[in-house]
């Protein structure tokens, strides 16, 4: 972390946090209101296996605008159909982001296996504007996007979804509501215990 952000001040650049998530049909359990004595059942339909994987990514720099970026992909649970995110996701991800931040790119993730690929070493090595930091191993409470999902999945507690393509756009829809919410991405940050410093004059 504070390797990642001593760089960041050098090139400067965004210091970016990705992680991955994933949703099926059957929701978080939730608490909700009742009459004493009478527990209210949900119906779910448990059918099929298909998900809603999820790619978030949360860019902050300092003075700036927090950003949230994110990719969905939707699993349907038909045959050769892509069960999750791929490398060419995350690539597309990563020129999506550096293509808005117009800025340098220091990213911290974990060491998931298409994080650390034969060909994401490739991309990573191509463009110079991309600095890549490494997590140590089961330290999810480092990375301020487990709060993203946190979030996301308190709000799909008790959702009874009828598809999985309803899942998504209910999933995308609330991510999307989190891009215009930057001190809630903020506050995902300070619960890492990570300040960002002001770059020096």
Known sequence: MVAGQMTARALGAWVCFEDE???SLRPPKASTWSRCGMTPVV???GKGSGRVSMAGLIAARPGLRTRLFFRIRVYHGRKREPKGLAEADYIRLLGAVHAQLRAPVVLIWD??????SAAMRAFVEAHDWLTVVQLPAYTPELNPTEGVWSNLKRGLGNLAACSTDQL???VR????????RPRLLDAFIAETGLALQPQPP
């Open 21 to 23: 998530a994933g949703q």
């Open 43 to 45: 119906p779910v339909s």
């Open 111 to 116: 060491n998931l296996n298409h994080h650390v």
């Open 168 to 170: 998504a756009t209910i």
């Open 173 to 180: 829809t609330r991510l999307k509501s989190m891009q215009y």
